[in-house]
């Protein structure tokens, strides 16, 4: 028994270190990477997109209270 599980790692181990074992890992890892980036691309896009959707609304805040402001500066006697 003892000697089957020796050959059974033996073989384990040679076939770990086989180019066609390191090639299927790096496959492997590449494919979870990519999967990875594509993640990280979509929820780089959705943030993005909410800065735009909250800056357009910052920007329409802005013009909405330089709207009110301007009509009390333009009535304001001069102070010459």
């Given amino acids: ?13 040679a076939r770990e270190h086989s180019p066609a074992y390191r090639l299927e890992e790096l496959r492997n890892a590449r ?4 999967q ?4 990280w691309a979509k929820k780089r896009e959705k943030e993005s997109r909410l ?8 920007k329409l805040l802005q013009v909405r209270a ?6 009390r500066l ?6 010459i």
């Fill in 1 to 13: 028994m003892s000697a089957c599980l020796s050959e059974l790692k033996a073989e384990r181990e």
């Fill in 36 to 39: 990875e980036k594509e993640a």
């Fill in 74 to 79: 333009l009535n304001q006697p001069d102070m």
């Fill in 31 to 34: 494919d979870e990477l990519m």
């Fill in 66 to 71: 330089n709207e009110r402001t301007q009509p």
């Fill in 51 to 58: 800065i735009d959707e909250q800056l357009a609304e910052f």
